[in-house]
Structures are given as C-alpha cells and as structure tokens.
C-alpha cells in the first residue's frame, strides 16, 4: 500500500519519469525510509511490551542453554522465518540487544534474516530447482549460525555504544498494573531509539537509493565473468557496497550463472548484497564502533566466501 501510494503520487500526481534513475532512486528512498523506521518504531514496542512480562535475567538463562551453538541455531533459524532485507533487521537486532541477548545470538538474527526466508525459497525452487534451494536455505542459516557463534566467542561487547544499548531499566523490578502501562513502556522505548538512529537509517537508505538505481547489471556480469579462481571473492567484494533484498538480487543471480559464471559464485554475490551492504554498515555505526562493523563483515564475508566455493566444487552435483 505505502508503495503503490508513492507511485501515484511520483507517477500519477505529479507526472514524473518514471525511467528517470533521479526519479527512480528519490521513489526507492522514500519507500524504504518510510517502511524501515515504521518497522523500526513498532517492532521495538512490540518487544518491549512483551519485555515486561520476560525478566532480563530468565531471557538471558533460556538462551545460555546447556549447549551454546544451540541458541545461535535458535536465534539464525529466527532470522530464517523474517521476511527482512538487512537494514530492516537491524531494529530486531537492536531490540534483541535492549533485551539483555547476548551479542553472539544477536548476530546470528542479524546474519540469517536476509539471506533466508520464505518467499526467497520459493524463488530458488523456481530458478534452480530444489537441490539448490534446500542447500542454500542450510547454508544461509549455517552461516548465522557459526558466524554468531565465532562473534560471540570474541566477547566484542565492548564495542556496542552504550548510550543506544542501555541496561537503565530493570524490568524484574517494576509493577504493572494494567495493559496499557506495558503499552506506554514500548512505546517509550522505542521513541528513545527512534530518536537516536533515525538520522543514520535515513543517510544508509539514500546510500542505499543510489547504488541500487545506478549500478547497471552490465558492469557486475563483465567483472565477474573475468574472474578466474580468484571470482567467488571478487563477487564477495562487489556484493559488499551494493544493497538489495535476496529476492530482488535473485534474477541477477539467474543471469550470472546462465552466462557461464559458477552457482557458488552467483550465490556468493547474492549473499554479499543480501547480508552485507554499505548502508546496512553506515546504520549499524549507530549501534556499534567501527571495529567491530570491520570484524562483524570480515567474519560473515569470510564465511560467505568458503560457502561459495563449496558450491562451486559440488555444482556437478547439484546441477
């Protein structure tokens, strides 16, 4: 609805180009501006409410679970169910934070959600069949799920800015009486957050705009066909900068492979643009410092990597 109602207004309304990449980017910009922070602002509510009724200190005991990978696993399959592009994760990832969870776990949310979802499946089943599609959706989760694991082990907390991720309410130990003061606790928690990073997601969505809007597919294929050995990383490192969700990057995907460009190399790149983008970056500046943005992409870019060329080396008999 919020995108057929900017449509009108750019397309029909106003009269706009729509073969315009200005045009096109400004539309991208406001839709996604509007969908992110309203998610943001009633996911964190949501989650807050329901904050009160689970104590820091049983959330934090269900989730340090007698195996540890075990709620990495739990938190990545989380992800897996969400139908978000990274920058739409980050609100959850930052809830889950204001929650007490654990850092690792939170990563492994944060990783999983846009490489892995339910209508992505579908797009897989459809394009490549479903070997394919069952082996990336295990691979995708895997990954949140080691990459968490790994980000967790490193104990990075350190690097969290405090001042957005606070511990200022202790909410074992405060009373409700009704419903609506549980309401009024969402709601405050997430104006505070709002306040803070609302700034940040708008300079990552404008990135975001531009780079989706004119970056032709052209150059991407023509880089990536003369990759050699070294051409599950490049696609890596050309997917990092871009932004897009899974299922938009999916034909491309579909057109790298026709073009004789392996299918761990093509996943690879989708995975990149997926879980890992410079907006997704310049958004989580607000949550965290700049070394651990650097560990947080080197470690899941890495896993992307190994992931890509484990395809490659199996497309004989995935294919």
């Given at each position: 609805m919020i995108q057929s109602s900017i449509d009108w207004i750019f397309y029909g309304l106003l009269k706009l180009d729509v073969n315009s990449k200005i045009v096109q980017s400004l539309n991208y910009f406001?839709?996604?501006?509007?969908?992110?922070?309203?998610?943001?602002?009633?996911?964190?509510?949501v989650i807050g409410f329901l904050r009160t009724y689970l104590p820091q200190k049983k959330v934090k005991a269900w989730l340090n679970t007698k195996i540890p990978i075990l709620?990495?696993?739990?938190?990545?399959?989380?992800?897996?169910?969400?139908?978000?592009?990274?920058?739409?994760s980050i609100p959850i990832f930052i809830s889950f934070l204001e929650a007490g969870v654990p850092l690792g776990l939170a990563f492994s949310f944060l990783i999983t959600s846009p490489i892995v979802n339910e209508y992505l499946f579908v797009l897989m089943?459809?394009?490549?069949?479903?070997?394919?599609?069952?082996?990336?959706?295990l691979s995708g989760i895997l990954i949140g799920v080691i990459s968490g694991f790994v980000l967790g082990k490193m104990k990075l907390e350190r690097y969290i800015e405090k001042d957005l991720v606070s511990k200022k309410?202790?909410?074992?130990?405060?009373?409700?009486?009704d419903i609506r003061q549980r309401i009024?606790?969402?709601?405050?928690?997430?104006?505070?957050?709002?306040?803070?990073?609302?700034?940040?997601?708008?300079?990552?969505?404008?990135v975001g705009a531009v780079i989706h809007n004119f970056i032709p597919e052209s150059t991407v294929h023509s880089i990536l066909e003369k990759g050699g050995i070294f051409t599950v990383v490049l696609a890596v490192l050309i997917g990092i900068p871009l932004y897009g969700s899974c299922a938009a990057i999916v034909p491309?995907?579909?057109?790298?492979?026709?073009?004789?460009?392996?299918?761990g190399t093509s996943l690879a790149f989708m995975m990149a643009v997926s879980a890992l983008s410079f907006p997704e970056a310049i958004i989580?500046?607000?949550?965290?410092?700049?070394?651990?943005?650097?560990?947080?992409?080197?470690?899941v870019g890495l896993?992307?990597?190994?992931?890509?060329?484990?395809?490659?080396?199996?497309?004989?008999?995935?294919?």
């Open positions: 406001i839709y996604d501006s509007i969908k992110i922070i309203l998610l943001l602002f009633f996911m964190i509510v709620g990495n696993f739990m938190a990545s399959f989380f992800g897996a169910i969400t139908p978000f592009c990274s920058c739409s089943f459809g394009f490549f069949g479903w070997e394919i599609a069952v082996a990336y959706v309410v202790d909410i074992k130990n405060v009373k409700y009486v009024d606790f969402g709601i405050k928690e997430s104006s505070s957050i709002v306040k803070k990073i609302w700034f940040w997601i708008l300079i990552g969505i404008a491309i995907a579909v057109a790298l492979f026709a073009k004789g460009v392996p299918i989580l500046r607000r949550v965290m410092k700049l070394k651990l943005i650097a560990i947080f992409f080197g470690v896993a992307i990597i190994l992931t890509g060329y484990l395809f490659n080396y199996l497309q004989v008999f995935l294919i």
